[in-house]
């Protein structure tokens, strides 16, 4: 269930949030390689940009980061701890504690005000009340939409649910978020907006994030950009 | 809007939209056509079970009958024939016709047989089919113990040209030689021809008939025809006897169509509750097509075209069905469900050719109904979705619901006030229509008036600080809409079970108490049930009150009375015991408090009596006996759920009294021992027949009893059962389906660190509070329901009353399974919705 002690040793010297080791993934059991090899490590406060085409694995890499799937080879882990010898319970612990999410259609609960829909992972972690409340509160100040928190999604627009996401994501201040297009679907001011509430927060918490994007204007707001391809991850080579 | 469009693009609409539809739940959708089929199915079967068999009925009236003018009737053990003679003189009368009508007794068979005796000469101008079909051997009919008997009676005897037939006159054993067998085209029922003065020799009738065919001459007054008659004989026209057959089984027609109504409507539930689900599952895409150009007219019309569509498929499907179930019932179940004729007609009928011929246009009728009930069940819905502003489908939520659900609670409440009013309405032609419109009322009232109610529980349930409880009521309070269809779906098909079962089990236990109190004695005997030539003498009674090992028999004659040429006949029992003894053994509802006036006889009559002639207590009743009115008082009105036409009560003193009649041909006999059998044995000992005596204990009549009442009622369990399955399978796939829809939800969740069994909990506390919701209100309202059955339409069906009774444990069940079925349900589409899908499905878009 846990990785070695050794690992988690070493890793936590090295403040390490998340490590890729040869990671391969294949479609199907027998079918073609989505990627092989994958290597990475990614450190608290950093920020990293991961761009790719369509079809080259992003989401993939981005669900067996989260422990959502498993590898065929290679091993993710996450806080040192080895996904591959968790259960899934045991890994969705973790990642209640430990992972945000920020998805490009907002997937805010339709049936929850603003406010319960930003405090559910805290309700999940049984944070108790006052504290849960105050720490809704903050992060809700954090994004701006504190004046939205009694409101219900559908009266919202979708700069103002991505918000409520990106609070959602980082109220439990987790190690790593994980951010999958989350500007496909806003206007170009609304992005802009976003990304850097992103940054902000992700700094704020000292924690990593992870940002999967098409947008090179998106991803020019990490800390580095690595490419996935054929070839696994590297890093962007600058054209201009 | 633009509204000059091409004629093909609704066309094109709706074939999208219902294509689609198919593709994406065919399981739910062959549900809701099962539904419509099986309401259409039990309409149009039993509706052509009952035209074959009326139809069949009226034939062989017909020509029983002939074609006289006029019936003069009189009581079953019949009239001096002197009367024919008068009539037959009477310059009113054209030709009249002696016949002299017995149901005969066979020794060993409880079925008699209906035997004519008649002039063949007179008959064969007045029944012309009959006497035709003999040709060349009405010489043969003359001969002293000569029958004919109809190709129906003779396979159901296994007898042919030639044979015996043995029967039964008073306690002695006796044959008849069969001289001939009618074509089957002749007569269908059961049925044996002599010639008249045979048949007053042979059953010791001799100069008595009880009918005489007449036929007038043109311009006679028939109601002065009518005031020569002696007491206790009726003129009754031809029709008005046919009439009679179709009355005498309207009540078990009228309730089994409302079985058969009762399905369709779940069918027509299911489609709204189909449409509404599926409208509201597919707003964004029908907010799409109406930004993309599409009409609200065209958009109304494509989502009625479904419910049509639906409809149309589910009645051709419930015809085809109904022709099969009338065409098996009609050859093999034939004979339950109270419904005499039915024997007969399924005897009669061997294919489902003369099922299709029975009613073609109806069948039409039944196609009709069932395609308007779908396409009025599509209305609603397809109306909510074309008035919805597209802005508004497209945004998606379902917070106009609660619009609606606040505006239709007063139409709720507006119509649980009109059902209450109507169950205190009265029956319309021995029909309870307003019970049933009550019913109806009732039901929808509370349908209207739930949502509002789930609405406020759902407010004040408190949050309890567990997240998967707390977020599945937060779902259910924010998707009222689909919620309350769900629930809608549940409450309807419970509560109709729930108030079924609670008037079939009060009727049980009423039935079984009545049994108890009619039953007190360790034996019961009787002659055949119904005949008219089997009896045992005064030397017989005594006989048979010597038998060793016999404390007591209390004899009685019973007979059948035409009170009322409109009616059938009542039963009349005379009791060979005093008031006192009579007035203590009968299951007596109401009794007279005053005494009985001097010189008078009393009487007590049966609820059914007292309805259907509208006899109070303390009223003088006029019985027509030994060629007298004969009054009585009534004393008293008792409970009966064998006779259903009518029975009488009165002493054995005041019968042979005013009759001279001290024959008996029932008793009860009680034992000083305990040896049943040798006392059985011995009874039997007593005739030259032994079989011929039917003798049971009262512990089997009783076992016997309450299993024809188990088996008439096996309908009704059955259709119950489909009707739940249907509802369940309703909402099983309503669950299933909502909880695909949100799988991108499901998938968010566990994204955010929520388990699997903590997703498929939250979905299961959502199906655990609605169906315990349903069941609640299911319970009550079945309640109420079971009230209007029980009070209303019981009473004004049958004109018998029954006592209310409660089955706790059957109903605890029912709710447990319902409950369970809900939570399974919930559990499995929880488990299919958060498989790996859901957490792709969060990339796909809402």
């Not at chain 2, 054209?94 to 066979?106: D, G, K």
Request: proline content about 4%.
């Amino acid at each position: 269930m846990a990785s070695t002690p050794l690992d988690r040793k070493g890793m936590e010297a090295e403040n390490a949030v998340v490590r890729l080791e040869n990671l391969s993934k294949r479609f199907g059991h027998d079918g073609a390689p989505i990627f092989e090899g994958l290597n990475l490590e990614l450190r608290r406060g950093e920020y990293l940009a991961i761009m790719g085409e369509s079809g080259v694995g992003k989401s993939t890499l981005l669900n067996l980061l989260a422990g959502l799937d498993r590898p065929d080879c290679g091993c993710v882990c996450l806080e040192g701890l080895d996904l591959s010898r968790m259960d899934d319970d045991a890994i969705t612990l973790l990642r209640r504690r430990s992972v945000g999410f920020v998805f490009q259609a907002f997937h805010v609960l339709p049936y929850l005000t603003v406010e319960q829909n930003v405090a559910l992972p805290l309700e999940l972690l049984r944070v108790a009340e006052p504290e849960r409340t105050q720490r809704t509160a903050q992060m809700l100040e954090a994004v701006g939409i504190s004046a939205l928190a009694r409101r219900h999604p559908r009266e919202l627009s979708g700069g103002e649910l991505q918000r409520i996401a990106i609070a959602r994501a980082l109220v439990h201040r987790p190690r790593l978020v994980l951010a999958d297009e989350p500007t496909g679907n806003l206007d170009p001011r609304s992005a802009a907006q976003t990304l850097a509430l992103l940054r902000t927060q992700v700094k704020a918490n000292a924690g990593a994030g992870i940002l999967i994007t098409h947008s090179r204007t998106a991803a020019d707001t990490a800390d580095r950009i690595l490419v996935l391809d054929g070839q696994g991850l590297k890093p962007l080579v600058s054209s201009a | 809007m633009n509204r000059s469009v091409q004629p093909g693009v609704s066309w094109t609409i709706w074939r999208v939209l219902l294509l689609s539809q198919w593709r994406e739940q065919p399981v739910r959708l062959s549900v809701t056509v099962l539904a419509i089929a099986l309401g259409v199915a039990l309409g149009a079967a039993v509706h052509l079970i009952n035209a074959v068999a009326l139809g069949e009925f009226s034939a062989a009236a017909k020509r029983l009958v002939g074609e006289p003018d006029l019936v003069v009737r009189g009581p079953r053990e019949g009239f001096k024939e002197d009367l024919f003679v008068t009539l037959a003189r009477d310059p009113a009368v054209h030709l009249a016709s002696p016949v002299l009508e017995l149901e005969v007794a066979l020794p060993g068979q409880r079925d008699t047989l209906k035997v004519l005796g008649l002039d063949p000469f007179r008959a064969a101008a007045l029944q012309p089919a009959l006497i035709g079909d003999m040709a060349g051997g009405v010489l043969d009919l003359l001969r002293p113990d000569g029958i004919y008997l109809s190709a129906s009676a003779a396979q159901r005897l296994h007898l042919k040209h030639g044979d015996q037939l043995p029967i039964m006159v008073g306690d002695s054993p006796k044959s008849l030689r069969v001289v001939g067998i009618l074509s089957e085209e002749a007569y269908g029922q059961a049925l044996g021809i002599m010639d008249i003065a045979s048949a007053q020799w042979v059953f010791d009738k001799i100069g008595r008939v009880n009918r005489i065919d007449l036929r007038l001459e043109s311009g006679t007054d028939v109601d002065s025809l009518r005031e020569r008659l002696p007491a206790g004989v009726l003129a009754v026209a031809p029709e008005v006897e046919r009439q009679r057959a179709v009355t005498a089984t309207r009540a078990y027609r009228v309730n089994l169509n409302m079985l058969a109504l009762v399905a369709l409507l779940t069918g027509a539930f299911l489609v709204f509750s189909t449409q509404s689900l599926s409208v509201l599952r597919r707003r964004a895409s029908l907010g799409l097509l109406r930004a993309l150009g599409v009409t609200r007219s065209q958009l109304q019309l494509a989502l009625i075209g479904e419910g049509a569509a639906l409809g149309l498929v589910g009645s051709l499907a419930g015809i085809l069905l109904g022709l099969m179930c009338a065409s098996v019932v009609l050859q093999w179940v034939a004979g339950d469900l109270g419904n005499v004729q039915l024997h007969t007609a399924g005897s009669a009928l061997h294919t489902a050719k003369a099922t299709l011929r029975a009613a073609p246009l109806n069948l039409l009728v039944f196609l009709a109904i069932g395609t308007t009930v779908a396409t009025l069940g599509a209305w609603l819905p397809a109306r909510t979705a074309a008035r919805q502003p597209p802005a508004r489908s497209l945004k998606g939520g379902d917070a106009d619901y609660t619009v609606f659900a606040a505006r239709s609670w007063r139409i709720g409440v507006a119509l649980l006030a009109a059902g209450a009013l109507l169950t205190t309405l009265p029956a319309v032609g021995g029909l309870p229509v307003f019970g049933y419109a009550a019913i109806a009322a009732l039901l929808f009232g509370a349908v209207l008036l739930m949502p509002v109610l789930w609405i406020k529980i759902l407010k004040i349930a408190p949050r309890i600080d567990v997240t998967v409880a707390d977020t599945a009521i937060a779902q259910l309070r924010e998707n009222i809409g689909l919620s309350t269809l769900s629930l809608a779906s549940v409450i309807v098909s419970f509560s109709l079970m729930v108030a079924m079962a609670i008037m079939v089990y009060s009727f049980r236990a009423s039935f079984e108490q009545w049994l108890g109190k009619l039953l007190p004695a360790d034996l019961q005997m009787r002659e055949p049930l119904g005949n008219d030539t089997a009896y045992w003498s005064p030397a017989d009674q005594a006989r048979l009150a010597a038998v060793p090992g016999v404390a007591r028999i209390e004899f009685r004659r019973t007979r059948q009375l035409l009170l009322d040429a409109a009616h059938p006949p009542v039963t009349l029992i005379a009791r060979n015991s005093t008031g006192a003894q009579i007035a203590d053994a009968l299951p007596l509802l109401r009794r007279m408090q005053s005494p009985l006036p001097e010189g008078t006889e009393p009487a007590w009559i049966s609820e059914a009596l007292g309805d259907l002639y509208g006899y109070k207590l303390g009223d003088t009743l006029a019985l027509p006996l030994g060629g007298r009115t004969r009054r009585f008082t009534i004393t008293g009105i008792w409970r009966d759920y064998a006779r259903a036409f009518g029975a009488i009560v009165i002493t054995r003193t005041a019968y042979v009294e005013a009759t001279g009649d001290s024959s008996a041909n029932e008793g009860a006999v009680w034992l000083d021992g305990r040896n049943t059998a040798a006392a059985e044995a011995a009874l039997r000992g007593c005739f030259a027949r032994p079989d011929a005596l039917e003798i049971l204990t009262s512990t089997a009549l009783r076992e016997r009893s309450l299993g024809l009442f188990d088996r008439a009622f096996a309908i009704t369990y059955a259709l119950e059962a489909v009707a739940v399955i249907i509802g369940l399978v309703g909402v099983s796939l309503a669950a299933s389906s909502t909880a695909l829809a949100r799988r991108a939800e499901f998938g968010m969740l566990r994204h955010i660190g929520m388990l699997r069994r903590q997703v498929i909990g939250m979905v299961a506390s959502e199906g655990a509070v609605m169906s315990l919701f349903g069941v609640v209100y299911g319970l009550i309202l079945g309640g109420m329901l079971s009230l209007v059955l029980v009070y209303v339409v019981n009473r004004q069906s049958f004109n018998w009353s029954i006592d209310l009774a409660l089955p706790g444990r059957q109903l605890a069940l029912l709710a447990l399974i319902l409950i369970a079925a809900a939570a399974v349900t919930a559990l499995w589409s929880g488990r299919t919705a958060t498989g790996q899908d859901a957490v792709r499905a969060v990339r796909e878009d809402w």
